[in-house]
């Protein structure tokens, strides 16, 4: 267990990006099918031009379910026996909603799975397209004072915890999209005031470079920039025509990519680096519409980690895009074509031996009899029925919210006719009282 850099320790932290989704939410239920996961894209994809890897299969973990403890284990187990020093988790909020938060949740009151992890703040819309785009959006980002207040008190919660990941002493925080805040030097400001209240160490705030944004950190109060490749590469490096390729698809070859990457100069503040072992997000968007990365494997994988990890300095960090963003083509977890070839790689980069234990098999939990395996079960039956009691309430919500806006259109339209009563009274008796006014007047100009 690391929670903090060991004294002594004379490499840089690795990290991967943890995408906490493949489990059925009462969202994902509404807006792509009851069950819905993103298994459902992956193994629905189809190759797009000739030599193309799809569809992309798993193996040692099989099409999990993250509502299983023992995924959770056997993922943290594979990770720390090749170099991952810890899991960087998605982390959702959206006015106090947090949609797929269960993995982090169980994290936070449970310890498991033992291992380190921080969160990255994945700030942006939810759209039926995965692009973050103002089209068809399913959940909106939006920002107060107020609701800064309380995020920070969750985060100061998750960062108390013994398995949070901390670097010299300090917490580890990313931002995702720091400038689409409306404010962002000043909610960080309040958040890290709240976290010295609450007794927590500075805060290492990392921004993302996203979406264009390769500005200073010190220009939205952070301490650090990393990448979060491939965003930036775009208008950087060159299309690569491909055989049967379709019109609207980008291609790029890894092999540039690499080269562009080790050639970049590093700009005067810290910017941690990130690699990945592959791209690809047309199981997401389809032919006409993908970036795909052509030409990775573990080998040319492991000279561009083993390259970064060589000179990045021992109290700083390496990212590795991704751990399981299966429908993005980026995963170091185990497929039917390379099996552990990328954790092996991932091990040599490092610099730890390569592990050749087997992560064991996923329990039948509707078969389970050992005592673990019997709390499993249960556990597994209590977060169904959370969940059908989640999609009950979104659903009640949903009714009531109906019947809410109904009643007030009725009440507003009540209220707009009894104004306009009002409004026709007041207007009749300034009528009545003008024509007083005037007989009055005759009659004192006739009263002899």
């Given at each position: 267990m690391m929670t903090s850099q060991p004294p002594g320790r004379h490499k840089p932290t690795t990290i991967a990006f943890y995408l906490p989704q493949f489990y059925p939410i009462p969202e994902n239920d509404a807006w792509y099918g009851e069950g819905f996961t993103e298994w459902r894209n992956v193994v629905t994809a189809?190759?797009?031009?000739?030599?193309?890897?799809?569809?992309?299969?798993?193996?040692?973990?099989?099409?999990?379910?993250?509502?299983?403890?023992e995924v959770r284990e056997a993922q943290a187990r594979l990770a720390l026996e090749h170099g991952i020093d810890a899991f960087c988790y998605y982390h959702y909020w959206f006015e106090g909603h947090r949609p797929l938060r269960l993995v982090v949740d169980d994290v936070l009151a449970h310890g498991c799975p033992e291992i380190p992890f921080c969160l990255a703040w994945a700030n942006e819309n939810w759209s039926r397209h995965w692009?973050?785009?103002?089209?068809?959006?399913?959940?909106?980002?939006?920002?107060?004072?107020?609701?800064?207040?309380?995020?920070?008190?969750?985060?100061?919660?998750?960062?108390?915890?013994?398995?949070?990941?901390?670097?010299?002493?300090?917490?580890?925080?990313?931002?995702?999209?720091?400038?689409?805040?409306?404010?962002?030097?000043?909610?960080?400001?309040?958040?890290?005031?709240?976290?010295?209240?609450?007794?927590?160490?500075?805060?290492?705030?990392?921004?993302f470079d996203t979406w264009g944004n390769a500005a200073a950190p010190s220009e939205y109060g952070a301490d650090a920039a990393a990448q979060f490749l491939p965003h930036g590469l775009s208008g950087r490096v060159p299309a690569v025509a491909v055989r049967g390729g379709h019109a609207?698809?980008?291609?790029?070859?890894?092999?540039?990519?690499?080269?562009?990457?080790?050639?970049?100069?590093?700009?005067?503040?810290?910017?941690?680096?990130?690699?990945?072992?592959?791209?690809?997000?047309?199981?997401?968007?389809?032919?006409?519409?993908?970036?795909?990365?052509?030409?990775?494997?573990?080998?040319?994988?492991?000279?561009?980690?083993?390259?970064?990890?060589?000179?990045?300095?021992?109290?700083?960090?390496?990212?590795?895009?991704?751990?399981?963003?299966?429908?993005?083509?980026?995963?170091?977890?185990?497929?039917?074509?390379?099996?552990?070839?990328?954790?092996?790689?991932?091990?040599?980069?490092?610099?730890?031996?390569?592990?050749?234990?087997?992560?064991?098999?996923?329990?039948?939990?509707?078969?389970?009899?050992?005592?673990?395996?019997?709390?499993?079960?249960?556990?597994?039956?209590a977060r169904e029925h959370e969940?059908?009691?989640?999609?009950?309430?979104?659903?009640?919500?949903?009714?009531?919210?109906?019947?809410?806006?109904?009643?007030t259109a009725t009440a507003r339209a009540e209220a707009d006719e009894m104004r306009a009563h009002a409004l026709r009274f007041t207007q009749e008796i300034d009528r009545l009282r003008a024509e007083l006014a005037r007989l009055e007047a005759a009659g004192r100009r006739i009263d002899p």
């Open positions: 189809q190759p797009l031009f000739e030599g193309h890897y799809q569809p992309r299969l798993p193996k040692d973990l099989g099409f999990y379910d993250l509502r299983v403890p692009d973050a785009s103002g089209h068809e959006v399913l959940l909106t980002q939006r920002y107060s004072e107020e609701d800064d207040e309380a995020h920070g008190r969750f985060l100061l919660r998750a960062m108390r915890h013994r398995l949070y990941l901390r670097l010299d002493g300090r917490p580890v925080l990313f931002i995702y999209r720091i400038q689409a805040m409306p404010d962002p030097a000043g909610t960080l400001a309040r958040w890290r005031e709240l976290w010295r209240a609450g007794g927590l160490p500075e805060v290492t705030i990392i921004k609207g698809d980008l291609i790029w070859s890894y092999d540039d990519i690499v080269r562009l990457q080790l050639s970049t100069e590093r700009p005067a503040w810290t910017r941690h680096e990130c690699v990945f072992p592959g791209w690809d997000h047309s199981p997401r968007r389809g032919a006409g519409r993908s970036t795909i990365v052509h030409g990775n494997d573990p080998d040319r994988y492991e000279q561009w980690l083993s390259a970064v990890h060589d000179r990045t300095p021992a109290d700083g960090l390496v990212l590795i895009n991704a751990w399981n963003e299966w429908a993005e083509g980026a995963y170091l977890e185990p497929d039917l074509r390379y099996g552990r070839a990328y954790l092996q790689a991932t091990a040599r980069a490092v610099g730890v031996a390569p592990s050749t234990t087997s992560v064991g098999s996923i329990p039948n939990l509707e078969n389970a009899r050992s005592p673990d395996r019997r709390f499993s079960a249960l556990y597994l039956e969940t059908r009691l989640r999609r009950r309430l979104s659903r009640l919500e949903g009714t009531f919210q109906r019947q809410l806006d109904g009643a």
